[in-house]
């Protein structure tokens, strides 16, 4: 219910007419929309401490006092949650325009390809924000050289649960070894022996499909046969070729005077 929720609170919509009661509306969903942002920024894993300090909503649900807590333990609740507010004050970051493009969009897609028609988005003469614009407006059929509109529907980068996160997690064992906290296999590397899947890491041979997209490239879009076919992945592995270390480059950074970059 969460997750439809934010679903429904930050779809593209179409823009309001400019008449003053729905400018004021459109004024209070814009803020619920950014609220609701920020809270799905601050508490992605839904964590029980979390969770309860995140919303006034959450802490009816899930605080002390709907458990049946004593006012001692309720006491110490509200510190530990207090302390945990105050930390992630202490260590929160400004989140850059490309993650933040990443995180809202319902697909997913790279955050630096998306940025690339966002750019171009600010320079043109529309009131239409920018998904909607993107996707359903004027820029739906926008096919930057720079970015083709195939590679930025195909790209999506798949964000984990907590849940599906936990196929990923991995812990040492007492030969100082990686094993997977799943099953307590040996965490191997080799591409011929094992890949990944929407269950996390496993053997090469195992039926678990693949992750394809969060949401499906629109129709007319690349599909699955011309994905599975040799020269079409080559033509998209050429097309992309010396810009897979930049997808999470922050542009806005740059070297101080006599400062080098390491090698890799």
């Not at 309001?16 to 894993?45: C, S, Y």
């Not at 899930?62 to 309720?74: I, L, N, S």
């Not at 510190?79 to 969009?105: G, N, V």
Request: proline share 6%; charged share 35%; glycine share 6%.
């Amino acid at each position: 219910m969460r997750d439809a929720r934010y679903r429904e609170l930050t779809a593209p919509r179409p823009p309001a007419p400019d008449d003053i009661a729905n400018a004021n509306t459109g004024a209070k969903l814009k803020w619920q929309r950014a609220t609701g942002v920020a809270r799905r920024a601050g508490a992605d894993d839904r964590s029980p401490i979390v969770s309860d300090i995140s919303s006034d909503e959450d802490t009816e649900v899930e605080g002390p006092r709907a458990r049946g807590d004593t006012q001692e333990e309720t006491e110490a609740v509200k510190k530990k949650q207090a302390e945990a507010a105050e930390l992630r004050k202490k260590t929160a970051k400004t989140m850059d325009l490309q993650y933040f493009l990443e995180m809202i969009d319902h697909k997913h897609r790279y955050g630096s390809n998306l940025r690339k028609y966002h750019k171009f988005w600010k320079n043109q003469d529309t009131n239409q924000n920018f998904f909607y614009w993107l996707d359903q407006g004027d820029g739906r059929n926008v096919d930057l050289e720079e970015c083709g509109r195939a590679r930025l529907d195909t790209e999506q980068v798949r964000y984990l649960s907590r849940e599906e996160r936990l196929n990923y997690l991995v812990k040492v064992n007492e030969q100082g070894l990686l094993i997977w906290a799943k099953n307590g296999e040996l965490v191997w590397t080799k591409d011929e022996l094992f890949r990944d899947s929407l269950k996390g890491i496993v053997p090469i041979s195992d039926q678990t499909p693949t992750f394809e997209y969060n949401v499906p490239p629109p129709p007319g879009g690349p599909s699955d046969s011309t994905a599975s076919d040799g020269s079409s992945e080559d033509d998209q592995d050429s097309d992309t070729e010396g810009d897979e270390g930049e997808r999470y480059v922050n542009e806005e950074v740059s070297l101080l005077p006599n400062q080098e970059t390491a090698p890799i």
